[in-house]
């Protein structure tokens, strides 16, 4: 079964902070995602890569970026953490062909104070 | 712009009751079309994928339908239980070279004893 593991299930951090989210997959997909949940808007996808230190923009990336520097392994950043960027994070993984089902972590729920 | 419309946004059903949730879609060009399903705390988890020349797709008591003319699908529960309280998101993939999926909102479902 694939594995998709986000490093924290919940954080805590304050305005200001760098704040780092890791994801790691064990099934060699080349493509992976970061995305953000909120009540009544659904998952917005803030950032993906579809090969090592190959990125794209989303629909939000404003105040984030990423990393990836390895092939199993996406990092988000959010380069100074403010209070609307509480949210819960969701990391996907999926090969490169797109009729694949995206397999996704189970979250990390980030409180900004 | 690609967009995924789900109705309703919420449904609370008796234990045993049949559902039928909703999905629009106007997409292009059109791959596939896919149900997952979101349990409360967890990561989405793919239930059907259906594509063009599909129409109908079962995975147990979920019976996914498509109709490519109109852009609608439905996703029917048959047999309600408890677990299958959670969230259910409509995602539509695109066949235009690109690879970001189009994500609805999602349905939240409540099943009641």
């Known amino acids: 079964d694939v594995k998709v593991t986000q490093s924290s299930r919940y954080l805590v951090k304050r305005t200001g902070e760098k704040v780092f989210l890791e994801c790691v997959q064990d099934?060699?997909?080349?493509?992976m995602f970061w995305y953000r949940q909120d009540p009544g808007l659904g998952l917005r996808l803030i950032y993906f890569?579809?090969?090592?230190?190959?990125?794209e923009k989303g629909d939000i990336p404003e105040g984030y970026s990423v990393s990836r520097e390895k092939k199993e392994r996406f990092s988000l950043i959010l380069e100074s953490a403010s209070t609307n960027q509480t949210s819960m994070y969701l990391c996907?993984?999926?090969?490169?062909?797109?009729?694949?089902?995206?397999?996704f972590g189970d979250g990390t729920r980030l409180s900004i104070l | 712009k690609n967009q995924v419309e789900q109705s309703p946004q919420s449904l609370i059903i008796l234990e045993g009751k049949n559902c039928t949730l909703q999905?629009?879609?106007?997409?292009?060009?059109?791959?596939?079309l896919r149900w997952y399903k979101q349990d409360t705390g967890r990561g989405p988890v793919s239930l059907t994928i259906?594509?063009?020349?599909?129409n109908t797709k079962s995975n147990g008591r979920y019976t996914a339908t498509l109709d490519a003319d109109t852009k609608q699908s439905s996703l029917h529960i048959t047999a309600s239980q408890l677990s299958d309280s959670a969230s259910y998101i409509c995602?539509?993939?695109?066949?235009?070279?690109?690879?970001?999926?189009?994500f609805g909102r999602g349905t939240s479902l409540i099943v009641h004893p």
């Open positions: 996907a993984s999926r090969p490169f062909q797109e009729h694949q089902p995206q397999h």
């Open positions: 099934m060699d997909h080349e493509n």
């Open positions: 999905c629009n879609y106007t997409v292009s060009p059109f791959s596939n």
């Open positions: 259906m594509t063009f020349s599909e």
């Open positions: 995602v539509v993939g695109s066949s235009g070279g690109s690879y970001i999926p189009t």
């Open positions: 890569s579809y090969d090592v230190k190959m990125k």
